[in-house]
């Protein structure tokens, strides 16, 4: 919470902005899980063309519409496998994203 707390404006993933917005001073939650969400989100904006930040609202949470809407116009430029994928890092519940060792593994035909 340090990033926000200090003024700058990280690419939470959802169970940590939901910690923001509840002024929980130590969440608990898996880190690589909330940095795969970080990681799909900067993917996500560099295919949108978007201000990362675009999908954030401090006081409401993170805009899932939006997101869902940048991953259906992606379509039109990118592969669906790509943005499937990108989908999977985006997942709200952390039990159910890719993990990096699942993302490696995913990405190791494509070396």
Do not use: C
């Not at 990033?3 to 404006?9: F, M, Q, W």
């Not at 923001?20 to 989100?41: C, E, I, T």
């Not at 993170?62 to 940048?70: C, G, L, S």
């Amino acid at each position: 919470m340090k990033a926000v707390s200090g003024g700058g404006k990280s690419l939470l993933a959802p169970e940590l902005m939901e910690a923001y917005r509840s002024k929980d001073p130590k969440p608990v939650f898996n880190l690589y899980k909330a940095d795969v969400y970080s990681l799909g989100m900067t993917l996500l904006s560099a295919m949108a063309l978007e201000d990362p930040t675009e999908y954030y609202d401090w006081s409401k949470g993170i805009n899932h519409d939006k997101v869902e809407e940048d991953l259906r116009d992606s379509l039109k430029l990118y592969s669906k496998y790509l943005v499937d994928f990108i989908r999977r890092m985006l997942l709200v519940n952390p039990l159910q994203r890719l993990t990096f060792i699942e993302f490696y593994r995913l990405l190791i035909p494509y070396q």
